[in-house]
C-alpha cells in the first residue's frame, strides 16, 4: 500500500545564556587635606653695654669752666676770710701794743715766714672713671613648621549580583502533516474507475 500522509515533526530550539553571579564594589574617591603652617625664627639681641663717666677724673687735673668758677669763688670767700681774720688780729695787736714792743716787726715776720707743717705727694687724676657695665642678652624663640593631615577615607558600597539565566526561543515546535498521494473522490471519477481496473 503506498503512503498517503507524511508527518514531519519540528522541535523547539531555543538558546540559553548564563550570567554568572559577581560582587560589584563601588568605592568613592578618598580625599586627603593638608594644612601648612610656617614655622618662625625669632632673635632678639642686645650688645653689651658699657658706660663711662670720666666727668670727675677731668676735673681732678684740669677742672671744667663751671667748676674751676666756684672752686675759685669759694677760696676767693676764704681768703677774703682769712684776710679780714688776719687784719682783725693786727689791728688788735697794734692796739694792745706797747711803746716798748716793735710790732711792724712782728707783723712783717709773720707775713714772710715760711710755712711749717708736713708735706704730702700726691697723683693725678685723684679719682678713675665711674665704669658701668651691662650683659649683653641673646633671646632665640624657633617655632616649628606645622602639618595637619585630614584623610576621609570613603566607605565603599558592596553589591551582590546574582546569577541570571535567560532562554530565548529561536523556533517553536510544530508536527507539518503533509498529504503525498492522490486525491481521492467520492463517488471516484471515472479515471479513478478505470485505473483499479
Avoid at 2 to 16: D, F, G, H, S, V
Avoid at 105 to 113: A, P
Avoid at 128 to 156: A, K, T, W
Avoid at 162 to 171: G, H
Amino acid at each position: 500500500m503506498q503512503q498517503l500522509i507524511n508527518i514531519q515533526m519540528i522541535p523547539l530550539k531555543y538558546e540559553m545564556s548564563i550570567t554568572p553571579s559577581r560582587i560589584q564594589r563601588n568605592s568613592k574617591v578618598s580625599q586627603l587635606q593638608i594644612e601648612h603652617t610656617p614655622g618662625s625664627l625669632t632673635i632678639q639681641a642686645r650688645p653689651a653695654r658699657l658706660q663711662l663717666n670720666s666727668q670727675e677724673a677731668r676735673n681732678s687735673v684740669c677742672p671744667s669752666l663751671s667748676l674751676s668758677i666756684r672752686q675759685n669763688a669759694a677760696k676767693g670767700a676764704e681768703c677774703v676770710g682769712q684776710s679780714v681774720q688776719k687784719s682783725a688780729k693786727e689791728g688788735t695787736m697794734m692796739a694792745n701794743a706797747t711803746p716798748s714792743q716793735n710790732i711792724l716787726k712782728t707783723i712783717i715776720d709773720s707775713c714772710v715766714s715760711f710755712p711749717v707743717g708736713d708735706f704730702n705727694l700726691d697723683f693725678i687724676p685723684k679719682t678713675g672713671p665711674d665704669i658701668q657695665y651691662q650683659e649683653p642678652s641673646l633671646d632665640i624663640q624657633y617655632q616649628m613648621d606645622r602639618m595637619n593631615f585630614d584623610v576621609r577615607v570613603s566607605g565603599g558600597d558592596i553589591e551582590y549580583i546574582p546569577s541570571s539565566v535567560d532562554f530565548t526561543i529561536t523556533q517553536w515546535p510544530d508536527v507539518l502533516i503533509e498529504y503525498i498521494g492522490q486525491p481521492m473522490y467520492v463517488p471516484p471519477r471515472d479515471d479513478q474507475f478505470s485505473a483499479r481496473a
